[in-house]
């Protein structure tokens, strides 16, 4: 599995699927998920209401992720999963590192083998991009270390980050981390 690191604007990623650092009410939002619903157009909303209606009834919780199509955007899938908030006194990073692997389990059940993922948390939630990156690192780790063979079909991750400062704190987490 290759892991990439750029710097971009992940709406515009030709790429299976692209990960929504979203809220647990998917109706959008700012940052990140704002652009998501912005470029995907109306239908994202749509889709994440009837997937309120039949799996989330009570909202998607902190860790969780799930899937929706993309709507206008070039990726197939979006996959939405809400980060600890903060300033809300969430505040386990083992609930960010949550976000990144639940999405890669999500990834694997709707066949995306290339996933485009934002620094979840990095924004409103108020993380430091460093520990993101610490997060990130340690789901992809776990997934390098699972012997039951359900993640060899992922193909990329690529964390596409939208400033340079969090670009090199992702550079230097997974600095020399061969696979
Ligand atoms: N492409 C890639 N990254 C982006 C983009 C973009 N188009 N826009 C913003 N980002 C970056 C931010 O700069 C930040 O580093 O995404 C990271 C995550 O920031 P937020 O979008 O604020 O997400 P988060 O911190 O998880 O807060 C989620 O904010 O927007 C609301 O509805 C959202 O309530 C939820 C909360």
């Not at 083992?94 to 976000?99: G, K």
Request: proline letters at 5%.
């Amino acid at each position: 599995m290759d892991i990439t690191i750029v710097e971009g604007d992940i709406t515009e990623q030709q790429i299976d699927a692209i990960v929504d650092a979203a809220n647990s009410s998917l109706t959008g939002g700012g940052g990140v998920d704002g652009a998501i619903h912005a470029a995907a157009g109306p239908e994202l909303l749509s889709h994440c209401r009837a997937l309120r209606e039949e799996a989330w009834p009570d909202g998607l919780p902190p860790g969780e992720a799930a899937a929706t199509p993309a709507g206008r955007l070039p990726a197939t899938h979006v996959i939405h999963t809400v980060g600890p908030n903060r300033h809300a006194g969430e505040t386990d990073p083992a609930v960010l590192t949550s976000c990144f692997r639940r999405s890669l389990e999500v990834a694997v059940e709707i066949d995306a083998v290339r996933v485009a993922f934002p620094a979840i948390g990095a924004g409103v939630y108020g993380w430091a991009g460093a520990d993101v990156a610490e997060a990130a690192r340690s789901a992809l780790d776990e997934i390098a270390a699972d012997t039951t063979g359900r993640f060899d079909a992922l193909e990329e991750v690529r964390f596409v980050l939208f400033d340079g400062a969090t670009a090199e704190a992702f550079r230097t987490a997974f600095a020399g981390g061969a696979r």
